[in-house]
């Protein structure tokens, strides 16, 4: 029997009214890239976007896909799914939307001269994980703001994966997807100039727990 693997992609949509959202650009590349990889070796569930999940039929059609909306969606989607199949791997690269709003039930009428929204902070999903299955192997994302040097995402990351008891955590800068990428472990960091190594690299660690 395979080993379970949940893997997450793509952003979340936290709603404002009956018709808009609050969102962020991330297509659920990576996760579904990941899910393709890892699917001849483990029992790969991919929970994604709605772009995320029309990617995966285009580019991994033998992996199940599940849509999920908002932030709180996503984290009963995750919560159910880990415990349901506990002692897997998770690589949690979806882009959670840090704040939500009480949405209106209707919609904001149009041409106001001016419109404000009050946001509050929503949960952090990859704060529970480990509540929800002490025994999986957590990969974790952090994406750091595009003025950051490599030694404050470094450190940063390094945070994250204290915080969150992950085993790896996967850093980048937002506009350096492609040239500048970490790995980082209880042992070090891994530096690569290109996004596809450090891919590469990830899935190797990954496929030697099948």
């Not at 949509?13 to 990576?30: E, Q």
């Not at 980082?184 to 660690?205: N, S």
Request: with cysteine.
């Amino acid at each position: 029997m395979k080993r379970p693997a949940l893997l997450t992609a793509g952003a979340t949509r936290n709603p404002i009214d009956a018709i808009r959202y609050l969102s962020a650009h991330a297509t659920g590349t990576t996760g579904v890239h990941l899910a393709a990889a890892l699917a001849d070796r483990f029992d790969v569930h991919l929970l994604g976007s709605a772009e995320a999940c029309l990617r995966a039929r285009l580019d991994a059609p033998a992996v199940p896909a599940t849509e999920y909306l908002g932030t709180r969606d996503l984290m009963a989607r995750m919560e159910a799914a880990l415990r349901a199949r506990p002692g897997g791997i998770l690589v949690h690269s979806a882009a959670v939307g840090d704040y939500e709003a009480v949405p209106s039930t209707t919609k904001i009428p149009s041409g106001q001269a001016e419109l404000v929204l009050r946001f509050t902070p929503g949960p952090k999903i990859i704060d529970h994980v480990r509540t929800w299955d002490p025994d999986i192997f957590l990969v974790s994302f952090k994406a750091g703001s595009p003025d950051w040097s490599e030694d404050r995402l470094e450190a940063v990351a390094r945070a994250q994966l204290e915080r969150t008891a992950s085993d790896v955590v996967f850093a980048n800068r937002i506009g350096a997807l492609g040239t500048s990428c970490m790995l980082l472990d209880a042992r070090g960091t891994a530096r690569f100039t290109a996004r596809a190594e450090a891919l590469a690299a990830l899935v190797e660690r990954l496929e030697a727990l099948a």
